[in-house]
T-cell receptor, first 112, second 120 residues
Framework: DAKTTQPTSMDCAEGRAANLPCNHS???????VYWYRQIHSQGPQYIIH???NNETNEMASLIITEDRKSSTLILPHATLRDTAVYYC?????????????FGTGTRLQVTL | GAVVSQHPSRVICKSGTSVKIECRSL??????MFWYRQFPKQSLMLMAT?????????EQGVEKDKFLINHASLTLSTLTVTSAHPEDSSFYIC????????????????FGPGTRLTVT
């Protein structure tokens, strides 16, 4: 079973920041938080991941609370092409590829 | 970098026939490949994990005799849906990871674009 809880859907106006929350209250100390997104009828796309520090890359920022029980993915300037389902996944780092358990995700609709 | 391809992208077959889907890592070698299935408006469900040169590990509820997985090389894994039926119609997605050598982290997974199977 997925260990994360996300809102089913969210709307965001183009050009505004999209803030997607995720609860992972049972996360373990060695588990990372990963975010992927899936645009309709395509394979998932990696966005960002983190352990406990906030992370930023060219796509997004990841804010993880100090107790690590929740996180927020921030798309600073959403565009129509960011319309997708966003999946928050907790994953143990084992040094080798391990399976990902996808939850239901958040369907983000970016509008004009 | 880290490109994974799938072939075909779409396939329509008749009930009772078998269909083979290929998953290739184009610019890296993957020791582990994963096969997922996604029904309309649902999330991805892992079907099986395959390691190069060994038998695949199937998730609970997935029939290994119906979904044959072969991972014969570090760049190719195949999923064969045998005796397909309409209820097997779905979006099948592979991911590749556990990179052998190279500069990419061995724990990362890279997803293919998916294959849409329709069984009539």
């Amino acid at each position: 079973d997925a260990k994360t809880t996300q809102p089913t859907s969210m709307d965001c106006a183009e050009g505004r920041a999209a803030n997607l929350p995720c609860n992972h209250s049972t996360i373990s100390g060695n588990e990372y938080v990963y975010w992927y997104r899936q645009i309709h009828s395509q394979g998932p796309q990696y966005i960002i991941h983190g352990l406990k520090n906030n992370e930023t890359n060219e796509m997004a920022s990841l804010i993880i609370t100090e107790d690590r029980k929740s996180s927020t993915l921030i798309l600073p300037h959403a565009t129509l092409r960011d319309t997708a389902v966003y999946y928050c996944i907790v994953r143990t780092y084992t040094g080798t590829a391990s399976k990902l358990t996808f939850g239901t995700g958040t369907r983000l609709q970016v509008t004009l | 970098g880290a490109v994974v391809s799938q072939h075909p992208s779409r396939v329509i077959c008749k009930s009772g026939t078998s269909v083979k889907i290929e998953c290739r890592s184009l610019d890296f070698q993957a020791t582990t490949m994963f096969w997922y299935r996604q029904f309309p408006k649902q999330s991805l469900m892992l079907m099986a994990t395959s390691n190069e040169g060994s038998k695949a590990t199937y998730e609970q509820g997935v029939e290994k005799d119906k979904f044959l997985i072969n991972h014969a090389s570090l760049t190719l894994s195949t999923l064969t849906v045998t005796s397909a039926h309409p209820e097997d119609s779905s979006f099948y997605i592979c991911s590749a990871g556990g990179t052998a050598g190279g500069l990419r982290p061995s724990y990362e997974q890279y997803f293919g674009p998916g294959t849409r199977l329709t069984v009539t």
